[in-house]
């Protein structure tokens, strides 16, 4: 089965893709988790949908759209929260809202763009061309290293941030490159299971791994792997199935979860 579905060009791009989206989702889930900016992250990922509009719109490419408009929202959310911690949903809500509403208005002055946008809000992964995948490779790249790099500050920041500024780290800064990593996760992410499902992608693994391991490396790297599990098993269980990719990976996900939540109740009720 791997041969036929692999002797397929966009296929073989849908699995480096996969791959790339996996990987990256995994790494940055794991931050989004222990820093509990998942609220933020859903924000990024719905907003990014006016960089979408205003790409179809201007006639240049949706994913530099929504990534330059998305890094644009991400910065001023992250701006906003570090300042206002107290009303960080109603201002999260409120950029989630006007990117979505200015996409949808974009969208409805640009005809012959309504298929497109609909792929972006439930994924396209199986229509990745070569050239996208050399975008989210350099992506990945850029969250690997500068995670790699910053990964001894990241770690004070997300479960000390105090002790973090006592020991000279730039604390602020380093919030807002965190959260720049995580929108290029998600603008990546988004090309594979759409911006709708998106946020339980990139949660779902990490919170899995979190629940059984208590260094953030050991969790980084089991939810790489139960991400590379639910995204390689999705394409092939709906190439086999002929549906559509980003809600079969969802369901896996939330399959694993509710497995992981079932054993977690089993073991509480054991220690007892």
């Excluded at 990256?24 to 907003?47: D, E, P, Q």
């Excluded at 640009?110 to 050239?131: E, R």
Aim: hydrophobic share 60%.
């Amino acid at each position: 089965m791997f041969l036929e579905m692999m002797s397929f060009d966009f296929m073989q791009n849908a699995f480096i893709a996969g791959l790339l989206v996996a990987i990256a989702c995994g790494i940055m889930g794991s931050f989004v988790v222990v820093n509990k900016l998942t609220g933020l992250s859903g924000g990024v990922a719905h907003a990014s949908y006016g960089g979408v509009g205003l790409a179809c719109f201007f006639g240049f490419s949706p994913m530099l759209g929504a990534l330059g408009f998305a890094l644009a929202c991400a910065l001023l959310m992250g701006v906003l929260t570090w300042k206002n911690r107290t009303r960080s949903d109603t201002l999260i809500g409120v950029i989630w809202a006007f990117g979505m509403a200015l996409g949808v208005v974009l969208t409805d002055l640009t005809p012959g763009y309504a298929s497109d946008m609909m792929s972006f809000l439930f994924g396209s992964i199986l229509t990745v061309p070569s050239s996208l995948i050399v975008i989210m490779f350099m992506l990945l790249f850029l969250i690997v290293s500068l995670t790699l790099f910053y990964y001894r500050d990241f770690l004070l920041l997300s479960y000390d941030p105090e002790f973090a500024q006592v020991k000279g780290v730039r604390v602020f800064p380093l919030y807002l490159l965190l959260i720049v990593l995580i929108t290029f996760t998600v603008v990546m992410a988004v090309q594979a299971v759409g911006l709708i499902l998106v946020i339980a992608l990139l949660t779902i693994p990490a919170y899995v791994a979190e629940s059984h391991v208590n260094q953030l490396k050991h969790m980084i790297m089991i939810s790489v792997g139960l991400s590379l599990i639910l995204v390689i098993s999705g394409l092939f269980l709906a190439f086999k199935i002929n549906f559509t990719v980003g809600p079969v990976i969802i369901l896996l996900s939330v399959f694993l979860y509710l497995i992981n939540l079932g054993m977690m109740t089993l073991q509480k009720k054991w220690r007892r």
